[in-house]
C-alpha cells in the first residue's frame, strides 16, 4: 500500500518561514493536499492539488509537489499557525495520510 | 453552507459493532464524496472508507473486512459500520464531504473540504 512519510515536528520563530515535506513514492505524479488540525478541533483543509488555496486561507500558506516530494510552506509564520499539519494523496481509489507533522511557533 | 454532525454510542464493546451516522445539513448527498475517517487518542488521522454520489464505496485495505459504508438520502445522512471492535479502535471518528475531480493527463486528486466535528468513540467493557 502506498504510504506518505512527513517528519514528526518542526520548529520555526515568527515571522520566518516554516516548511514541512511529505514524501511518497512518485508522489509528484499525484496531487497532494494538506489539512490543518489544531488541538481539539477537526482537520480544516488550507492546499489542495499541490498548490490551490481554499476560500479563507491566508495566502501565507502556499504548497509544491515534485519528485518524490510535496511542501507545504508557511511564510511569515505567525502563532496561530502552531498545529499539527497532514499531507493527503489520492492512491488509485483509496484514501492516503501522511502520520503528521507538529508546527511549534517559537 | 454545508455542515457535518457524527452521532452514535460513546461507548461500544469488545466483539460488538460499531454504528456512527453523519446527517448533513445546508447540501445534498447526491453530489460529492462522503468519508469517514478517524483519530486515535495521541495519534495521526487515518482514512476508513466513503461512498460516492453513485453509490459506489471504497475502503481501507486495512479495514476492509470490517468496514460498511452506506447512505441513506432520503435523510440526508451517510452511516459506518465497523464490527468486531477491540480497543484499538478506540478514536475521534470524523465525517467529511470529499471532492475527486481529473486534472491534466487524466490525474485525479481527492480532498475533503467540509468536516465535522468529530465524535469520540471508546470500546471498553
Known amino acids: 500500500s502506498y504510504e506518505l512519510t512527513q517528519p514528526p515536528s518542526v520548529s520555526v520563530s515568527p515571522g520566518q518561514t516554516a516548511s514541512i515535506t511529505c514524501s511518497g513514492d512518485?508522489?509528484?505524479?499525484?496531487?497532494a493536499c494538506w489539512y490543518q488540525q489544531k488541538p481539539g478541533q477537526s482537520p480544516v483543509l488550507v492546499i489542495y492539488q499541490d498548490r490551490k488555496r481554499p476560500s479563507g486561507i491566508p495566502e501565507r500558506f502556499s504548497g509544491s509537489n515534485s519528485g518524490n516530494t510535496a511542501t507545504l510552506t508557511i511564510s511569515g509564520t505567525q502563532a496561530m499557525d502552531e498545529a499539527d499539519y497532514y499531507c493527503?494523496?489520492?492512491?488509485?481509489?483509496?484514501?492516503?495520510f501522511g502520520g503528521g507533522t507538529k508546527l511549534t511557533v517559537l | 453552507q454545508v455542515q457535518l454532525q457524527e452521532s452514535g454510542p460513546g461507548l461500544v464493546k469488545p466483539s460488538e459493532t460499531l454504528s456512527l451516522t453523519c446527517t448533513v445539513s445546508?447540501?445534498?448527498?447526491?453530489?460529492?464524496?462522503w468519508s469517514w475517517s478517524r483519530q486515535p487518542p495521541g495519534r495521526g488521522l487515518e482514512w476508513i472508507g466513503h461512498?460516492?454520489?453513485?453509490?459506489?464505496?471504497n475502503y481501507n485495505p486495512s479495514l476492509k473486512s470490517r468496514v460498511t459504508v452506506s447512505a441513506d438520502t432520503s435523510k440526508n445522512q451517510f452511516s459506518l459500520k465497523l464490527s468486531s471492535v477491540t480497543a484499538a479502535d478506540t478514536a475521534v471518528y470524523y465525517c467529511?464531504?470529499?471532492?475527486?475531480?481529473?486534472?491534466?493527463?487524466?490525474?485525479?486528486?481527492?480532498?475533503?473540504?467540509?468536516w465535522g466535528k468529530g465524535t469520540t468513540v471508546t470500546v471498553s467493557s
Open positions: 461512498i460516492s454520489y453513485n453509490g459506489s464505496t
Open positions: 467529511a464531504r470529499g471532492r475527486l475531480a481529473t486534472a491534466a493527463f487524466g490525474r485525479k486528486y481527492f480532498y475533503m473540504d467540509v
Open positions: 512518485k508522489l509528484g505524479d499525484k496531487y
Open positions: 445546508g447540501g445534498s448527498i447526491s453530489s460529492y464524496y
Open positions: 493527503q494523496a489520492w492512491d488509485s481509489t483509496t484514501v492516503v
